[in-house]
């Protein structure tokens, strides 16, 4: 929801009669947030969008995250290393949750199909970050071209799939149940990103127009894999949802590539609160780019030890020098709850004096309820991760 965008065929005004070139009548749907008072878009269909031939429930969804004590205790420092998922499936079936809570679930994807289904996600926006590979993103408001190092937000319920354009793809995925936005301090008072904001409007890539043309059949399955309280059902539609020939609004999908993020140094470490990229869902999420480091006389780069009593701490790690982990690499994700002082390992804080850049590639997620550990997750953690921070002799 970064800014109004419009394409196709449009009436003069909202909810009035709107008609191809040869005459036909449009059918309006509006795509509301927060009922009737959040951001909205209109899509204009060339048929009436409510025709469904048949709805059942089906199994063949993506699976629930459910917690398992053996994961979750003792409390302690974790590390799992998402290159140990198997590549497999389609996005639309295949993705596995490691950590999730009442607010958000984490999920870690390695598809190597493209979805035969279309799917609309009524449990929560999400939003990925693609770690490794290409794909184009079909939806109602059109193809959006997404690649390594991108950010790709999906709006709850919006009907897209996923075209894959490399043999497979590595991503990391957040559904956000109570929403995701770009913080309201970026922005100035009529909503345009200011511009001392890390990024600008520039920065964020949109759909190309509508992909249906009204003189041209419509193409694309007619089935959508729907996604409400945890259980997916099937719906088969008379014909493809693909039929917009219109959109206007503020709700949509867009890319941003973590490249483009505009760090801030000073004198001495700032809060990685600096690093804030999307906000939602009790959930911050930071992105760490190559940038200089802290310039100030005896300023010490490394991040400082804290005890963050308030949040839990996700790390995955992308590329270049982790200055304050070792024996981390890229895809590999950590978790620091809340409760566990954590910091940079031994001597990384006393070797960072000096430094002038960093060169570290990172995505950060800080929630405020406790993130709970998935059997999945259990499968990959690095058991000797928390011992790592031991002393020569300890």
């Not at 009436?11 to 009737?36: I, N, Q, S, W, Y």
């Not at 345009?192 to 009204?214: C, E, G, K, S």
């Not at 801030?264 to 990685?272: D, I, Q």
């Amino acid at each position: 929801m970064i800014d109004r965008q419009s394409f196709g065929i449009l009436p003069a005004k909202p909810h009035t009669v709107a008609r191809t070139p040869d005459g036909r009548l449009l059918h309006e749907e509006m795509h509301t947030r927060g009922g009737f008072d959040g951001p909205f878009t209109y899509l204009y269909h060339l048929h009436p969008v409510t025709a469904a031939r048949e709805v059942r429930v089906v199994e063949s969804g993506w699976p629930q995250p459910v917690s398992i004590e053996e994961a979750l205790v003792p409390l302690k420092r974790r590390l799992y290393d998402s290159n140990r998922i198997p590549a497999g499936g389609s996005l639309a079936r295949s993705r596995t949750p490691i950590l999730f809570n009442s607010q958000l679930t984490i999920w870690v994807a390695r598809p190597n199909q493209s979805d035969e289904v279309y799917v609309a996600d009524g449990d929560g926006d999400e939003l990925w970050f693609v770690h490794e590979g290409r794909a184009r993103i079909e939806s109602v408001c059109g193809w959006l071209d997404v690649g390594e190092g991108d950010y790709v937000f999906i709006p709850r319920s919006l009907i897209h799939r996923w075209h894959l354009v490399s043999p497979s793809l590595r991503l990391l995925g957040i559904q956000a149940k109570e929403g995701m936005l770009i913080p309201n301090n970026f922005r100035n008072p009529v909503g345009q990103l200011r511009m001392d904001a890390p990024y600008t409007h520039r920065d964020f890539v949109r759909p190309t127009a509508p992909i249906a043309q009204y003189d041209k059949p419509i193409e694309g399955p007619n089935e959508v894999l729907v996604v409400k309280g945890g259980r997916t059902s099937l719906h088969v539609m008379e014909r493809s949802p693909m039929d917009v020939v219109g959109w206007d609004g503020f709700v949509y999908p867009f890319a941003f590539n973590i490249h483009k993020y505009q760090p801030k140094t000073g004198m001495v470490h700032l809060p990685p609160t600096i690093h804030t990229t999307f906000v939602g869902s009790g959930a911050a999420i930071c992105s760490f780019v190559p940038r200089l480091v802290d310039w100030g006389e005896g300023a010490i780069p490394c991040p400082y030890p804290h005890s963050s009593v308030d949040c839990d701490e996700v790390i995955l790690y992308l590329d270049g020098n982790f200055t304050s982990r070792r024996g981390v690499g890229p895809g590999c994700i950590s978790l620091h709850p809340a409760g566990v002082v954590h910091g940079p390992h031994p001597g990384a804080y006393e070797a960072s004096i000096g430094t002038t850049r960093t060169e570290e590639l990172a995505v950060m997620i800080d929630t405020f309820q406790p993130l709970l550990p998935t059997a999945q997750a259990a499968n990959i953690e690095n058991p000797e991760y928390h011992d790592s921070w031991k002393t020569s002799g300890a």
